[in-house]
């Protein structure tokens, strides 16, 4: 969580997750941002939030990657820092 943005990964084996996501929250807003390029996929948030959401993946690449791999396979993601 950085400036009231909360992200989080789920990954539920029954649904079939094919492109490696964040899902993130501010306000009353909720949306899906790819890990790879930081598009935009589903829902809606304001353009700042967006783009410190965006700035932030950026940074951390590698750990969102690693993130996703350990959810695929049931392990609790780790926390990965803050933008600051």
Known sequence: MFYGII???FFEIKEKHHLPHIHVRY???RASVAIEDGALLAGDLPPRQLRMV???ADLHREELFADWELT???SE???ID???
């Open 82 to 84: 803050p933008l600051k």
């Open 77 to 79: 993601p780790f926390r």
């Open 7 to 9: 992200i989080s990964i």
């Open 54 to 56: 965006q700035v932030w």
């Open 72 to 74: 695929k396979e049931g």
């Open 27 to 29: 306000q009353d807003n």
